[in-house]
C-alpha cells in the first residue's frame, strides 16, 4: 500500500501571507495526485488534479508542484477563506488520502 | 446543477447491517466510476471503495473487503454500499464522491454531503 504524510499537521499563518504545505508518498506516484480542501461540516473539494493542475474556479493564490515522491501546495496571499483542513490523495494505486494539513488563524 | 445526495445513514448496533444510498443528478451517471470515502468523527478521509462505470469492477479497502458490497444501478442513477457485520470503527460520516474522468486515475471532482453512520450498542 501507498502511504502519504503530509506536514505540518498543523500550520498557523495570518491573513496575507504565503503557505506551503508537504506531502510524501511511500514510493513513486509519478504525477498522479490530487489536493483537496476541507472546512467544518463540508464535504472536500478538489483543487488540484494531477499535481499541478488547478480545477476550474480555484483562484490562482493556490498551486501545486513536484513528482515522484514530494509534492508540495501553496497558498499565497491567504485569504480568510483558506482557512481550512488540506488534504493530498494519490491515485496511482488504489486511493490513498494523507492525514490532513489544518491551516489555522495566527 | 450536478449533485451527489447521500442517504441511509442512523445508529446501528455492532454485528447488524445498513445499506447507504447515493442518488446522483445532473451528470451522465452511467459513464462515471463512483467512490466512497468515509471519515470517522474528528479523523482524516479514508477511502473505502469505488464502482466501475459499468458497475464490472469493484475494488474496496482492505478495512471493509468482506464486510461491504458496493453496487449501483444505472438505470435509476443511484449507487449503493451494503455494510454488513459493522463494527464501532465504521462509525464516520460516509461521502459518495465521482471520479473526475469518469475512470479511476483521477481525483474526486463531485461530493455529496454526506451521511452519518454510527455504530454502538
Known amino acids: 500500500d501507498i502511504q502519504m504524510t503530509q506536514s505540518p499537521s498543523t500550520l498557523s499563518a495570518s491573513v496575507g501571507d504565503r503557505v506551503t504545505i508537504t506531502c510524501r508518498a511511500s514510493?513513486?506516484?509519478?504525477?498522479?495526485l490530487a489536493w483537496y480542501q476541507q472546512k467544518p461540516g463540508k464535504a472536500p473539494k478538489l483543487l488540484i488534479s494531477?499535481?499541478?493542475s488547478l480545477e476550474n474556479g480555484v483562484p490562482s493564490r493556490f498551486s501545486g508542484s513536484g513528482s515522484g515522491t514530494e509534492f508540495t501546495l501553496s497558498i499565497r496571499n491567504l485569504q480568510p477563506e483558506d482557512f481550512a483542513t488540506y488534504y493530498c490523495q494519490q491515485y496511482n494505486s488504489y486511493w490513498t488520502f494523507g492525514q490532513g494539513t489544518k491551516v489555522e488563524i495566527k | 446543477q450536478v449533485h451527489l445526495v447521500e442517504s441511509g445513514g442512523g445508529v446501528v448496533q455492532p454485528g447488524t447491517s445498513l445499506r447507504l444510498s447515493c442518488a446522483a443528478s445532473?451528470?451522465?451517471?452511467?459513464?462515471?466510476?463512483i467512490h466512497w470515502v468515509r471519515q470517522a468523527p474528528g479523523k482524516g478521509l479514508e477511502w473505502v471503495a469505488v464502482?466501475?462505470?459499468?458497475?464490472?469492477?469493484?475494488y474496496y479497502a482492505d478495512s471493509v473487503r468482506g464486510r461491504f458490497t458496493i453496487s449501483r444501478d444505472n438505470s435509476k442513477n443511484t449507487l449503493y454500499m451494503q455494510m454488513n457485520t459493522v463494527r464501532p470503527e465504521d462509525t464516520a460520516v460516509y461521502y459518495c464522491?465521482?471520479?473526475?474522468?469518469?475512470?479511476?486515475?483521477?481525483?474526486?471532482?463531485?461530493w455529496g454531503q454526506g451521511t452519518m453512520v454510527t455504530v454502538s450498542s
Open positions: 514510493q513513486s506516484i509519478t504525477n498522479w
Open positions: 464522491a465521482r471520479g473526475k474522468s469518469g475512470g479511476y486515475r483521477d481525483g474526486f471532482d463531485i
Open positions: 445532473g451528470f451522465t451517471f452511467s459513464t462515471y466510476a
Open positions: 464502482i466501475s462505470y459499468d458497475g464490472i469492477n469493484k
Open positions: 494531477k499535481a499541478s
